[in-house]
């Protein structure tokens, strides 16, 4: 079981550029996350997913915009990459009801650079 | 405003030893709380989670005690090893609702000594 798979790993931009980071979970989960993890701060949530064709605002939304057209995957896109986008990203995912409700089962990260 | 968050940033213990690493939290209305451990280079694990109206919860080598008069949680690890040695994040949530609700700490990095 591959769990929750994040491409690309590694990505350097220029400020101005787009670019989409893709998470793919093969655990039939409902809900699906963005978090940015930036030096000595917590994860942030930036949007969520709580099923395929829906999404919504987290804590720091500016700056990007997800898709979820397939329940298997969530999408992160950054328009106009800006230095201040510059973090590890990390997708997750959880299922909706039951024990594991409030787990959230995250991907390995893809780490952004924008210069 | 309310936030999650960590005593000390950095600890270490020799190996063999406990290790206890703690956590403050500022909400009463919390009724979820979970611990993670965030290796270097890789994505946040879950480790255990305790629920509001437990104290103190049990797994595989490590323990949560929850001491809601102090709004104060703590993870402790026995006999900890070189594979120990990582992030640990606690989170809290608040209310009905999905994990989206969960509040992160900012961590504390765990180093053992050989």
Known sequence: NAGVTQTPKFRVLKTGQSMTLLCAQDMNHEYMYWYRQDPGMGLRLIHYSVGEGTTAKGEVPDGYNVSRLKKQNFLLGLESAAPSQTSVYFCASSPRTGAGANVLTFGAGSRLTVL | ?114
Request: with cysteine; aromatic share 8%; glycine share 10%.
């Open chain 2, 1 to 114: 405003g309310e936030s999650v968050g960590l005593h000390l940033p950095t600890l270490s213990v020799q190996e063999g030893d406990n290790s206890i690493i703690n956590c403050a939290y500022s909400n009463s209305a919390s009724d979820y709380f979970i611990w993670y451990k965030q290796e270097s280079g890789k994505g946040p694990q879950f480790i255990i989670d305790i629920r509001s109206n437990m104290d103190k919860r049990q797994g595989q080598r490590v323990t949560v005690l929850l001491n809601k008069t102090v709004k104060h949680l703590s993870l402790q690890i026995a006999a900890t090893q070189p594979g120990d040695s990582a992030v640990y994040f606690c989170a809290e949530k608040r209310g009905l609702g999905s994990a989206r609700q969960l509040t992160f700490g900012s961590g504390t990095q765990l180093t053992v000594l050989p």
